[in-house]
């Protein structure tokens, strides 16, 4: 094989170049090697078994399956992103671009300021704003359920995981309205205009014209905000931390208690090796999409 | 030629390492306790001229969390303030060093008193200092009983007559009648404050029928009816009659929301314990209202037993807060210095009449600052009734076990189904001949 001189005087500072890909590639190998290998132990945080730990075999995974915990977070993981971010942040961002696309106006600024004020709040933050405003005496209740003559619920007791899913919906918005946004600039006018004049509502100029164009986009989009949404953690911890009862207890909230609580590192371990495959398994999924139609 | 510049290497390193300044020595501590930490850490700064590196740690549960982790990655610091439940499982993990021989020339040490010190001991030896001890009582709020028609002085002689108080708090507007510490995000609190006080007076006390462990034959106790009254009356509080919604025990800071509650009367009856009339206008804080202030808003009365024959007729479990040195620090004489410093009997005898926290030193004990204070009076009555932990290595797994216990019952799940999840659960701990199940 011939190689390109340039390329030949330059394998120094190229491989210097790599050093921080192959630092980040080894410590993501490194590090789930550990979890895969923690994952057929009874390792515990402290106690005798953080010492004196042994092996047992598939009994932590076969403990997702006969144990109360995983399958109960599995279902609160799959509600959660599902409506959160593949409905939630994906459709209201996508909806958000469109409608706002072109416009110029104070209503497009207060909505998009809006929108990334969510973004940008810390999630400690945004969680405690959530708390209060879904408290019994909060926002929720004070101007708009209290005046209808409803109420006051106590919404979080009644209504958890609704209220994570919309607090997340509110925080995570921004990105898929940003990436929707740039994405559409980037559709030329000639052809919405050829589309127009053909006869196609705004409509069936949505559907035929702009999301087959957009599909890549919209798998990427959908490709991050599973991967984030499935693994989040911090909003949902200050916000219930899990609970009442397990009812907001999503996996990575399991994965937590059960290895820093409880202690139990090899069955955390195991916990955090089935999301991993589970993410893969979506990520593989979202990257067939990605494939241009033949 | 590569050896003698290792040499050299090492030479110099050797030199510079000895030439650097010792380290400051290290602690952290919870919040929650700065009353007594603080003026410790001065006292020690005047006293050597040395600096210490303190790390202030907000109290709650992930304090716990916080210093377990740092325990198990070997990065803690010298000096760490620790619930006195944890002291026995990490001195079995070899965290912690042994204090008996580095306190033997204080002559403060001989002040403490056996049986607290039997709580942080292991193997014989004792592996932190405690500051005080507590005992757990029912807060009520004086004016939700004043508006739901409920007598002043309260003294509930059943769990049925704390749930009758519920239902007539809820009739007047008090939705969470009756907070009883349940879900995971208490942590301990959970335990002792709500399940343990309510487990020892489910059933009777013989062959510690009201237990989590049978001490007799050092087995845990994975089913009993003892267990399963407890939950039968979580249910009653929050599934069947509802006398509070479950959401204030998710609350995102909840040791201060729920303070702030009760206090606001949107908790009628607070299932808590002696600190509360610290803490609940901020532990140590120092512009408190005076104690007739305080005893006009609220009061408490002992935890009732169940009422059902030969179980107690009102129960009491004490715990309490410890210092701590890592075992890296075991060489260290500094780090033994400032725990001296901050257990001074001055320094510790005005932070436990300021708190009014009971103490754990008979030469304060013995103070006529603490004998003349009617509340630390009222409180040490109750200490006849109390009890301990099981705090043996393992306590802490079974502690977080029952607190998934009642999350569970929160969740609406049957006493079968979560009685048997804590069973199977503490036999892949401990294995099955270390579980018991009780008739």
């Known amino acids: ?294 | 030629m590569l050896k003698r510049h290792l040499l050299a290497a090492a030479a110099a390193t050797t030199l510079l390492v000895s030439a650097l300044p010792a380290q400051a020595v290290s602690i952290a501590y919870n919040a929650n306790f700065e009353a007594l930490i603080a003026p410790g850490i001065a006292a020690y700064e005047a006293a050597t001229g040395q600096k210490v590196d303190a790390i202030k740690l907000p109290g709650g549960d992930d304090y716990s969390t916080r210093i377990q982790t740092d325990l198990s990655a070997g990065t803690a610091a010298d000096v760490i303030m620790l619930d006195s439940y944890i002291v026995a499982e990490y001195a079995g993990s070899n965290y912690l060093a042994p204090l008996d021989d580095l306190l033997k020339d204080w002559d403060q040490f001989k002040d403490f008193m056996k049986g607290p010190l039997d709580v942080v001991s292991y193997n014989g030896k004792v592996y932190a200092l405690p500051n005080g001890t507590d005992v757990r009582m029912l807060y009520y709020n004086k004016a939700d009983f004043t508006k739901a028609g409920l007598p002043i002085p309260w003294a509930p002689k059943t769990w049925a007559d704390v749930i009758d108080a519920g239902k007539a708090l809820n009739k007047v507007g008090v939705a969470n009648a009756f907070l009883l510490e349940a879900g995971t995000k208490w942590g301990e609190g959970t335990t002792m404050q709500g399940f343990y006080m309510t487990l020892l007076g489910a059933d009777t006390p013989d062959g510690d029928r009201n237990r989590l462990r049978d001490r007799a034959s050092g087995k845990w106790i994975g089913d009993s009816p003892a267990i399963r009254n407890t939950l039968k009356f979580y249910q009653d509080v929050y599934v069947n009659d509802k006398i509070s919604g479950t959401a204030i025990n998710y609350a995102a800071d909840v040791f201060n929301d729920t303070n702030n509650a009760f206090l606001a009367g949107d908790i009628g009856i607070y299932a808590t314990g002696n600190w509360a009339n610290d803490c609940l206008w901020g532990c140590g804080n120092a512009n408190q209202p005076s104690q007739e202030e305080k005893d006009k808003l609220v009061g408490f009365s002992p935890w009732p037993g169940s009422g059902l024959p030969g179980a107690k007729a009102t129960t009491n479990i004490s715990g309490g807060w410890t210092v701590a040195l890592t075992a890296k620090a075991a060489t260290n004489p500094d780090a033994i210095k400032l725990l001296e410093a901050i257990y001074d009997a001055k320094n510790l005898g005005k932070w436990t009449v300021d708190t009014k926290t009971l103490t754990v030193r008979q030469d304060i004990a013995d103070s006529d600052a603490y004998k003349s204070n009617p509340f630390l009076a009222q409180i040490t009555a109750m200490v006849a009734d109390t009890t301990g932990r099981d705090t043996v290595p393992g306590y802490a797994k079974v502690s977080a076990l029952v607190q998934d216990m009642t999350a569970g019952i929160l969740d609406g799940k049957s006493i079968d189904d979560v009685v048997k999840t804590y069973h199977d659960a503490l036999v892949d701990e401990f294995g099955a001949d270390a579980v018991v199940t009780l008739q």
């Not at chain 1, 399958?71 to 958000?96: C, D, E, K, M």
């Not at chain 1, 106006?105 to 969680?127: F, H, K, Q, T, Y």
């Open chain 1, 1 to 294: 094989m011939r190689q390109s001189p340039w390329l030949a005087a330059a394998r120094g500072p190229m491989l210097i170049a790599m050093l921080p890909a192959a630092v980040c590639i080894l410590a993501t190998v490194a590090l789930s090697a550990w979890a895969i290998f923690y994952s057929f132990t009874n390792v515990e945080l402290t106690g005798a078994r953080s010492i004196n730990w042994s092996f047992i075999g598939f009994d932590n995974y076969v403990r997702l399956f006969t144990r109360e915990g995983f399958l109960n977070s599995l279902w609160v993981t799959f509600v959660f992103t599902f409506f959160s971010a593949i409905v939630g942040q994906s459709v209201v961002g996508f909806t958000l671009a469109v409608t706002l696309r072109g416009t110029r106006s104070l209503l497009r600024n207060i909505v998009e300021v809006a929108v990334m004020l969510g973004w940008l709040l810390p999630d400690i933050v945004a969680a405690f704003m959530w708390n209060a405003t879904t408290s019994k005496t909060g926002l929720i209740n004070s101007f708009i359920l209290n005046p209808l003559g409803v109420g006051p619920v106590d919404l979080i007791s009644n209504y958890a995981l609704t209220v994570v899913v919309v607090a997340n919906i509110w925080k995570g918005t921004a990105w898929s309205y940003l990436l929707f946004s740039a994405a559409l600039d980037s559709i030329s006018r000639e052809i919405l205009e050829a589309a127009r004049v053909d006869g196609a509502t705004p409509f069936q100029r949505i559907r035929l014209v702009i999301l087959p164009m957009l599909r890549s986009h919209i798998a990427t989009n959908l490709l991050l905000i599973t991967i984030w949404t499935f693994g989040y953690f911090a909003l949902i911890f200050a916000l219930t931390g899990g609970g009442p009862g397990r009812q907001t207890e999503v996996l990575s909230i399991l994965m937590f208690h059960t290895s820093f609580n409880v202690g139990k590192l090899g069955f955390g371990s195991a916990i955090a090796i089935a999301m991993m495959l589970l993410v893969g398994v979506l990520a593989v999924f979202y990257l067939r999409q990605l494939k241009e139609p033949k």
